[in-house]
């Protein structure tokens, strides 16, 4: 996991995704060949936010696996307040247009990464403004 220690706060795994919170910075995994929308990822989102609170925090989507997602989904995150980051980690050159795409989608500061840590410390510098 992460190089700058962290502690890890809590995980939620489901069959879809597993988040990782760490001080307000919610990693997110998505499972390989899940097909992952707001309808089967709400129950979730709700749990993490009952565990933020009315804190900032920043979601770093950590792109191991290949998975899929419709970009319009990104407007139920642009609602959120306290959300103050959406980071992705991708590791393939490949998804570089569809990065480009999901960032059209959002109003919310959003940055892609080669690695989690520069990911992390982004997102630091979002949830302590």
Do not use: C
Request: aromatic residues 8%; hydrophobic residues 40%.
């Amino acid at each position: 996991m992460p190089k700058n220690n962290l502690k890890l706060t809590i995980v939620i795994k489901t069959k879809d995704v597993t988040i990782s919170l760490h001080k307000r910075i919610a990693i997110i995994e998505i499972s390989e060949g899940t097909s992952i929308s707001y309808e089967n990822g709400i129950e979730t989102l709700k749990r993490l936010l009952s565990i933020v609170g009315d804190k900032p925090w920043a979601y770093i989507s950590n792109r191991v696996n290949s998975y899929s997602l419709d970009p319009n989904d990104y407007k139920h995150l642009n609602e959120i307040p306290t959300l103050k980051g959406i980071g992705v980690i991708q590791y393939k050159r490949s998804i570089e247009t569809a990065m480009e795409l999901e960032k059209m989608f959002v109003k919310k500061p959003f940055k892609t990464f080669d690695d989690l840590d520069a990911a992390i410390e982004w997102a630091l510098e979002r949830i302590d403004d």
